[in-house]
């Protein structure tokens, strides 16, 4: 098949919908599919180039607002495509609307990764556009029940939805180098480590995890590593200073993503403080599950509390609870034996969110269509 991604970035820019996209359309090309991606690049020229068997387009980008690349060569890229499945993933306003000006009349299916959030103000304006989009594709690709069941938008549109939650490539994870990580651990200056890995956008919730550290009981010997960088990176950095708590902080910045197995081998306890809708699954949670690593998250009603099972691989909390935040990890961090129970739990739980299945699923989507 002819297949064809479309969204608002791609490889080498990193997160979570960006890895989706690279895993599913390298998968597809190693199966002996013809995959493009169409992307927005950083600068002002439309480029071209194959990575891993898979054709990458970036048009050229014209500016970026409300973290949306604008460009107008994204749809005229699009318009001489040929495909016989296009694949959009949501929410991008850019590529929905080069959809209804250049794509129309194709087998086209949308990923739909969270519902618009933040962005009120340009949901008022954009409504109309996503409602026809909704409309238009033949099918709507939704990761979790949770998601579906809470999504004032996918309710009007639950005929055309099919669950697949996402997979990721776990064997990195699970056979991670346990002799490089204990080197890692004594590196990051040991104790009971916690960590965080993720693009520190406000939905992430990381604020009130610094809160939480710093309630924590001195003697528990806790340290908190953040993996990842991003536009609250700076925000979060000073908070740290505020609460007198950098001492017991380690901001890594970004890592090498061969390296990022080892730091979830080399700690104790999984944190995804997430705090609003925008964080509709939490891949970093398959991660640490892979890695036999437990979890705490929080409940947003979305995808987080349907991968991470409260006392099965992890435990929930309410979400802007830096209270409830800071008993859990004291609770999780000082039972070693619920520690452990926990860990085989995530261990056991991160075996069903295979790339495999999730790719084989999506191309039976594709296949009945096309």
């Not at 749809?75 to 694949?87: E, G, K, S, W």
């Not at 309630?215 to 993996?227: M, Q």
């Not at 197995?261 to 944190?271: C, E, I, M, S």
């Not at 691989?313 to 859990?328: E, K, M, N, T």
Request: proline residues 5%; contains cysteine.
């Amino acid at each position: 098949m002819r297949i064809l991604h479309v969204y608002k970035d791609y490889y080498p820019v990193l997160g979570g919908i960006e890895n989706h996209v690279r895993l599913l359309a390298e998968a597809q090309a190693a199966l002996g599919h013809a995959v493009t991606v169409l992307v927005t690049d950083p600068g002002p020229r439309t480029t071209c180039c194959e990575l891993n068997g898979v054709r990458v387009i970036r048009a050229a980008r014209l500016a970026t607002v409300a973290s949306t690349p604008l460009s107008l060569a994204l749809p005229r890229a699009l318009a001489r495509q040929v495909a016989d499945v296009t694949h959009l993933h949501f929410p991008y306003p850019l590529s929905e609307a080069a959809y209804l000006l250049a794509g129309r009349g194709r087998r086209a299916v949308l990923s739909y990764h969270s519902d618009v959030v933040r962005q009120k103000r340009l949901l008022r304006l954009y409504a109309p556009i996503m409602e026809r989009v909704m409309r238009s594709v033949d099918r709507i690709v939704v990761a979790t029940p949770n998601y579906l069941a809470s999504s004032p938008v996918l309710r009007r549109y639950h005929d055309k939805c099919c669950i697949i939650p996402y997979g990721i490539n776990r064997r990195r994870f699970v056979e991670a180098d346990e002799a490089a990580a204990r080197a890692l651990r004594r590196q990051l200056g040991g104790g009971r480590l916690l960590l965080f890995v993720g693009v520190l956008r406000y939905y992430k919730g990381v604020r009130y995890l610094l809160e939480a550290m710093a309630r924590l009981d001195p003697r528990l010997d806790a340290r908190l590593v953040i993996v990842g960088d991003g536009p609250e990176g700076g925000a979060l950095r000073r908070q740290a200073e505020i609460l007198g708590i950098t001492g017991r902080v380690v901001f890594c910045g970004r890592v090498p993503d061969e390296a990022l197995p080892l730091y979830y081998r080399a700690a104790d306890l999984f944190v995804l403080p997430a705090s609003e809708r925008s964080e509709a699954f939490g891949l970093v949670q398959l991660e640490a599950m892979s890695s036999g690593l437990p979890v705490l998250c929080t409940e947003l009603g979305t995808g987080t509390s349907y991968v991470n099972q409260h006392d099965a691989s992890g435990w929930v909390v309410p979400p802007r609870d830096a209270d409830a935040l800071a008993r859990a990890i004291e609770k999780l961090l000082s039972d070693e034996a619920l520690r452990r129970r926990l860990a085989a739990g995530a261990l056991a739980r991160s075996e069903q969110f295979s790339a495999d299945g999730m790719v084989r699923e999506i191309l039976d989507v594709y296949r009945e269509l096309v």
